[in-house]
């Protein structure tokens, strides 16, 4: 893998990681409840679904 492309890829995860972590924190925590997920886990959840576990 180029220069260049590992550089796109840690864009593209690291994307994927903020948006993850926009989205759950933008939830209620009613919801995140529903979902079986409490507040304090946002963070972890957003770097497993960007970097894998």
């Not at 990681?17 to 759950?24: A, F, K, S």
């Not at 507040?39 to 894998?52: F, K, N, V």
Request: glycine share 8%; hydrophobic share 40%; charged share 30%.
């Amino acid at each position: 893998m180029g220069l260049v492309d590992g550089i796109r890829k840690m864009q593209a995860r690291r994307a994927i990681y903020r948006q993850t972590l926009r989205e759950l924190n933008a939830l209620s925590t009613r919801e995140l409840a529903d979902l079986g997920i409490h507040r304090s886990m946002i963070t972890r959840l957003a770097q497993e679904a960007a970097y894998g576990k």
